[in-house]
């Protein structure tokens, strides 16, 4: 079973009007922002198909990306990997979900991927773990911050190709390591994570 509208439904049956999703991507690669997305859905218009996105094909989640951006409200916002490495990455993420809920307009209520809420979000709001795979209005979000994130790794793997961001998208694989250790630690990844960290005391 994929996720439903019913958490949402149940907040508009309560009379709470703009009930957005949010989710973020990117927490464990090596580097690259992490990037968080809200959604809105009109629940008269949901794409079809909506899913927790690691459960999803590349080809689908690019489908229903462009149907999610032409048929909800929605923003899109990141934190950047000097933020990561100022803040950590739980506090970097939940920067990145505040920065995109803020983008839309006549939010009532956010329903947040995890078991906590962001400690600065501005709403009234629920966590619900594995959201993702439980609401829709998630589910449109994690989708629109995965293949937005994946997006900026595959345009800095064009400037680093020695690092295959292409395809590993910034996360520990053995390739990965391997090349942080013959090429080095660029701009874009996170010293505060314990393999960078490592490499750049030595």
Not at 13 to 39: C, F, K, M, Q, Y
Not at 63 to 89: H, K, P, Y
């Amino acid at each position: 079973m994929g996720p439903d509208f019913s958490f949402e439904a149940a907040l508009i049956a309560d009379g709470v009007s703009g009930v957005a999703g949010v989710d973020e991507a990117g927490r464990g690669p090596l580097s690259g922002p992490v990037v968080a997305a809200a959604v809105v859905l009109n629940p008269s218009d949901i794409p079809d198909g909506l899913n927790d996105s690691k459960k999803l094909t590349a080809k689908k989640r690019e489908a229903l990306f462009d149907e999610i951006c032409a048929r909800t409200e929605f923003c899109i916002a990141e934190a950047s990997v000097e933020e990561i490495d100022a803040l950590n990455i739980y506090h970097a993420s939940h920067l990145a979900m505040c920065r995109a809920v803020a983008g839309i307009e006549g939010v009532g209520h956010v329903l947040v991927d995890g078991n906590r809420v962001p400690a600065d979000l501005a709403h009234p709001s629920t966590p619900l773990v594995k959201g993702d795979a439980r609401s829709q209005s998630i589910a449109a979000a994690s989708i629109l911050a995965k293949v937005t994130r994946d997006r900026i790794m595959s345009a800095l793997a064009q400037q680093y190709p020695a690092y295959n961001w292409g395809k590993n998208m910034g996360y520990p694989t053995k390739e990965h390591i391997s090349a942080l250790e013959q090429h080095g630690v660029t701009p874009h990844h996170r010293r505060s994570y314990k393999p960078v960290h490592n490499i750049l005391c030595r």
